[in-house]
């Protein structure tokens, strides 16, 4: 596959590339290993094993199809001697504790992650005088966010009232501070930035306390799902589109240190759309019973911002990234991969149709 339209990932550059992906047992780093198998590079993953016993990860059998560690972030010896092992020309930092929920519950855990993870991971690059680029992808939680209908841009005050937030904030401070600090010292911290994504959606995310998963589940079950918050404002996006958007950003961080800084990828704004409206247009395509019941307002023991939103101009314009599927796509494409998971065809069928989702983005 030989892409070459201007605001994708090249083949050209990715083919026979040996790309570090920390992370790469959730979700989002599935399906960025497939992505980059895709493009014909050699993957190295390092990360703990999947969260939940039924996972993308294993449906797709990366476990074999890649180079596959189990460790922790936390670790840095470990991480230096992985990355002294896997002698990678691309970096990409996807590890994290990703719930909101969960960070209320593991606070500790979750800072010592998201921070002290990046921490170290920016430290084996500083040890190993890493010369490649390397991106570091956080959130669109990292703002201050105080409920303007204003899109973030990436000059806003960061932030976070919730534990999660707060710790994608501080991992932006904490990598700002190598590339001020090292840039002379080490060759990346020239070539290094962060991605701040919108909320992710697609098939084979099976983690509890997010709006889709949750969803998928109550209805396979015959059951309602109950939601908290319809009225909240999210830049809904499919996967394909932030991991495509991290991919372009590593190459032209190859090209040019002018890329060395915060990006964000989300939505047009005008597809935001309230937590209602995405629910009910994802009960319209579920082939099946989809009942939903709204849950009363304050119906939880975590608070969240009730409107966020991306501006996402710079990135248009600069890195030439720009969402391509609208919202019924990317409903369409999700219904599709968890109907097709639920028949159980098997590790070939679920990888075509990864592949084939993948290749609808192209």
Not at 164 to 176: D, F, L, N, R
Not at 273 to 289: D, E, F, H, K, Y
Not at 308 to 336: A, K
Request: proline share 6%; aromatic share 10%.
């Amino acid at each position: 596959m030989d892409v070459k339209v201007a605001g994708l990932p090249s083949f050209k550059f990715w083919s026979g590339k040996r790309v570090a992906v920390t992370g790469h047992t959730g979700f989002k780093g599935s399906w960025l290993c497939e992505m980059l198998l895709s493009l014909g590079a050699e993957v190295n993953g390092f990360a703990l094993p999947p969260r939940t016993e039924q996972n993308i990860f294993e449906m797709l059998d990366l476990n074999s199809r890649v180079d596959h560690e189990i460790g922790d972030v936390r670790d840095l010896n470990v991480l230096k001697k992985w990355i002294t092992r896997t002698e990678p020309d691309v970096i990409l930092h996807l590890a994290a504790q990703p719930i909101v929920s969960e960070s209320y519950l593991l606070p500790v855990e979750t800072f010592a992650t998201n921070v002290m993870g990046t921490l170290n991971l920016l430290e084996a690059c500083r040890h190993h005088n890493f010369s490649g680029p390397v991106v570091i992808v956080t959130s669109d939680k990292c703002y201050q966010n105080n409920d303007g209908q204003r899109g973030f841009r990436v000059g806003d005050p960061l932030g976070g009232k919730d534990p999660y937030s707060a710790s994608k904030a501080a991992a932006e401070i904490v990598t700002a501070s190598y590339q001020t600090s090292f840039v002379k010292e080490v060759a990346c911290f020239s070539k290094i930035a962060t991605a701040r994504a919108g909320n992710v959606i697609g098939g084979g995310d099976f983690t509890k306390d997010r709006l889709i998963p949750d969803a998928i589940k109550a209805w396979s079950s015959g059951k309602e799902l109950i939601v908290r918050n319809p009225t909240f404002t999210r830049p809904w996006q499919h996967v394909v589109e932030p991991v495509a958007g991290y991919l372009l950003l590593a190459e032209r961080l190859s090209g040019s240190q002018k890329f060395s800084r915060p990006w964000n990828f989300g939505p047009d704004q005008r597809s935001d759309t309230s937590v209602r409206s995405c629910i009910n247009s994802l009960a319209q395509l579920w082939p099946g019973s989809a009942l939903v019941v709204e849950n009363e307002p304050g119906g939880q023991d975590w608070t969240e911002a009730k409107t966020l939103s991306l501006n996402i101009d710079e990135t248009t314009e600069q890195l030439g990234w720009r969402p391509r599927f609208g919202m019924h796509e990317t409903l369409s494409l999700t219904v599709e991969w968890y109907t097709e998971a639920l028949k159980g065809p098997g590790i070939p069928a679920m990888i075509q149709l990864t592949q084939d989702q993948i290749g609808q983005y192209w």
